[in-house]
């Protein structure tokens, strides 16, 4: 797994939601949380984005922008918006080329199971575009979005 910490956000260029292309110099200037989660409307996947939505107020006081990314499409991001009035963008990378470049890519074990897909991982990326947090597993998708957020309370 690379090490991302202390370095410079690999660029991306993916549709998101809004209908707009979205890169990581969009975000110069503003702190950015980026979460990675394996798929629309599943159980953890829910949790998590609405703890996120629940807290978005209070990212935006701290000039914080979110945004989810899966390999889900803008159709699916659309409903999953709508059924859990998600205030964010959700960005759609089927290739998945977003996700490997974030280590979010790869080999994960599910149930005793080893598969290729998603890994659930949070990055945090400064207003100068460093990485300065990374979460390369994220134990409990419901927990998460309150750490991260004590987190940027700190930059």
Request: proline share 5%; hydrophobic share 35%.
């Amino acid at each position: 797994m690379t090490h991302l910490e202390g370095k410079k956000a690999p660029n991306f260029n993916l549709k998101g939601s809004d209908g707009k292309n979205h890169t990581i110099n969009d975000y110069l200037g503003k702190n950015v949380v980026i979460y990675f989660y394996p798929k629309d409307n599943t159980p953890g996947c829910t949790k998590e984005s609405c703890g996120f939505r629940d807290l978005n107020d209070a990212f935006d006081n701290h000039d914080t922008i979110i945004l989810g990314v899966s390999k889900d499409g803008l159709e699916s991001h659309d409903k999953f918006i709508n059924d859990f009035s998600l205030p964010f963008v959700l960005l759609s990378d089927p290739d998945t080329k977003m996700m490997e470049k974030y280590g979010a890519w790869g080999e994960k074990i599910l149930y005793g199971k080893t598969s290729i897909g998603c890994i659930r991982s949070t990055v945090i990326v400064d207003k100068n575009g460093i990485i300065v947090k990374h979460w390369k597993k994220v134990p409990k998708a419901e927990a998460h979005p309150q750490k991260v957020f004590e987190f940027v309370q700190t930059l």
